[in-house]
Structure formats: C-alpha cells, structure tokens
C-alpha cells in the first residue's frame, strides 16, 4: 500500500495545491488512485474542457491533457476540434498522435478539424504520422486547412509504396492548405486517395499548378466518390477524364482559388458527362466548364459563386453564357457577393441594353443580399419592370 494514501485527505489537498501542471499530469501517471485523485485536478490546472453535446474544443496549451482525459473520463465525441497558433511543438504533436494511436479502429471521434496557423514548411515530419493515427483511429470525416498562404515545395511522387490504413471508415476529406501536399505527408495523402472509401473530397487551396494537379488525378482511385471539389487552376482536361473514370461523382465544385485554366479544344464531340448533376463554381470557372463537357439531361442546379468582396463589375452576361450551355436547367443559384449599397447592386447586375437572352432555368435564387437592400425597388432593379 502507498504510505501518501494514510496522510488525511485535507494534507493530500494542500500538497496537490503545491504542484505545477507537469508535476500533476507526471504523478496522475504513478498509479490508478493518483491517477483518479489528481487527473481532474490537472485537467482543470491546464483549462481543459469536456465535450459539451460531443464536441471537444481544443488548443496547443491543452492538448496534452488528452492522454489523461482518455485514461480517467473519456467518452465518444462527434467533433473534435484543434486550433494551433505558431507556438504548435512537436512534442504536442506527438500527444496528440498517441491520444489518436490509443483510439485505433474504435471510431471513438467521429469527425476531426484541425486548423493550423503555422507555416506548412514548419511542420515537422510527425504531422504525417498524425493524419495517419487519426485515419487508424476509425475517423469518418478529416478536415483540415491553414493559415498560411505559403505553398512550399511540391512533388508528386511518380511511385507510391502502400500506407498501413487501420480500419478504411474515413469517408470525407476535406483540405484547405497545401499541407497534405508536402514530403512529410504526400505518401499519407496519396495512399489515402488510393485505399480509402471516400464518398466526399475536397481539395481547395492546394497550392498545385495544373502539372501537378494532373499528376495528382491520374494516381487517385475513389470508385465510390460523389462529391468532388477542386481549385480553378487544375486543367479541365484532367479534369474531364477524371470525372469519365468516376461515373458515381454527381457534384462538381470548383473552388476560387488558383488562376482559370482555359476551355478545351476538342478536335472530337465535347464529351458527355451523364451521373453530374451539381456544378458549383465562379462564372469563369464555371464557364470555361461547360465550353469544354457536355452535360446529360440529368443535370439538376447550377450554382454561380462569388467571393466576398467581388469588384463591382457586371458578370450577368458571362452567367447568361453559362444558362446557353443549360437549355433545360431546372434550377440556378446565384450567391452574391458582400453588395452594401444600391449603386454597387445596380453596376453587379446591370447589363447591355441589347441583350435579350433569358434564363431558361425554371428555379433562379439570388442569396447573400444585405437585407437593407431586399427591397422591391432592388427586385426591379434585377429583373426589370
């Protein structure tokens, strides 16, 4: 028997009073009485908190705690949520990837966001091995993005050596960063896009240019992959034959970023794409698409997105261009963009006087309005008297 459990319980207070944060989550280790007597203790020194509605809320400061919430009080949690700020270590990496490691195949967390405001060149190498811990824990949905804009050095690698992939649940992956691009996690990230059963990807703000997005098409195999989003700038060649390989894909996003690539020159017919029936994308992004495919008679909604803070220019003309490659399209959604007076909505919407094309789709919506500006004299400003 341990002599510290016969001193009283108020001398045992005022020694664990005395303790910093490391030597409560060091002594929490010792035993399974130290480790119920003074877990809670340290998981409130660091500021730790319990999932509220299974949704854990974490930090860089608190994630070491994880190993001690998971020994003394760990229950199943739909999202857990990670922010880093430039402080991120690799000791804390390294927590966090033996948290996940401990987990493995018990789909114990269901849905994982991280985001990261860090340079990706910083990282070190052991983020790989965390995706991959986090893929073995049983996660079905892995989303992850960074503050940064910086690209690094990418290459993708002609060859890829298989990747242990635990228990394949993992069936959306979302990234927003040139990150999983990178050489410590380009063979997790192909692998990835060769083994698992993803029915969602994402991949915007790669970083790619349209080299390397084409190489990146030609090695991914995703026969159960519904949804796809990309940045503008992979060329729509790839993308087109990518999409002919992958029948069961019915909604296409094509992100902002990147620079457009231009329409296709078929010296043939446009090829015909029958499963897609959402497009989403910028005018010019959309466009250039449908001057390059066609589309079947299942093709349901269009939708034309804008950044934020769009430049005042008029762009109906170019979504009028778009609804001619759509002659029977049951529904268009326009999302404008942050319009904050009358002037600035009459310059997006008005266009040349002469031109009479109409817009075939049997739904049209307009979102993203400011409320102020929902009005009906904003009404007959778009569609006229």
Not at 340 to 348: H, R
Not at 352 to 358: A, E, L, M, V
């Amino acid at each position: 028997e341990c002599h510290l459990w016969r001193l009283p319980d108020e001398l045992l207070f005022d020694i664990v009073n005395l303790l910093d944060t490391d030597s409560l989550r060091r002594l929490s280790q010792v035993s399974k009485l130290l480790q119920g007597f003074l877990g809670r203790r340290y998981l409130a020194a660091v500021g730790f908190k319990f999932p509220i509605a299974g949704w854990l809320d974490l930090n860089e400061a608190v994630c070491e705690a994880l190993p001690v919430w998971r020994r003394i009080s760990f229950r199943t949690v739909h999202t857990l949520w990670f922010t880093s700020s430039q402080v991120l270590t690799r000791q804390q990496l390294g927590v966090m990837c033996t948290f996940f490691d401990s987990l493995e195949d018990t789909q114990a967390v269901h849905r994982v966001h991280m985001h990261l405001y860090i340079d990706p060149t910083s990282i070190s190498p052991i983020f790989g091995s965390l995706l991959a811990s986090i893929q073995r824990s049983g996660c079905s949905e892995l989303h992850a993005s960074t503050h940064s804009v910086s690209c690094g050095s990418i290459r993708i690698p002609c060859k890829v050596h298989s990747f242990p992939s635990g228990l394949a649940s993992l069936t959306s992956l979302n990234v927003s960063s040139p990150i999983f691009f990178f050489p410590h996690t380009i063979r997790f990230t192909l692998s990835m896009l060769q083994t698992v059963p993803l029915a969602s990807l994402r991949l915007n703000n790669t970083g790619l240019n349209p080299v390397q997005w084409a190489a990146l098409l030609r090695k991914v195999n995703l026969p159960r992959l519904t949804e796809l989003e990309v940045d503008q700038s992979c060329p729509l060649r790839a993308l087109t034959a990518f999409l002919i390989a992958h029948q069961a894909v019915c909604k296409l996003t094509i992100s902002h970023y990147g620079i457009p690539t231009l329409p296709m020159q078929w010296t043939t017919r446009r090829p015909t794409l029958h499963s897609l029936r959402e497009l989403v994308g910028s005018v010019a992004s959309v466009l250039g698409f449908l001057k390059s495919v066609t589309l079947s008679g299942n093709f349901q909604s269009l939708r034309i997105k804008f950044p934020p803070y769009y430049p005042g220019e008029n762009v109906f003309p170019s979504i009028l261009s778009c609804a001619e490659y759509l002659p029977h399209l049951p529904s268009l959604e326009i999302a404008m963009p942050t319009i904050t007076s009358l002037d600035e909505l009459a310059a997006f919407v008005a266009f040349p006087i002469n031109d009479r094309r109409i817009v075939p789709a049997r739904h049209l919506t307009l979102r993203g309005t400011h409320p102020v500006l929902s009005t009906l004299d904003v009404l007959d400003i778009i569609v006229g008297p």
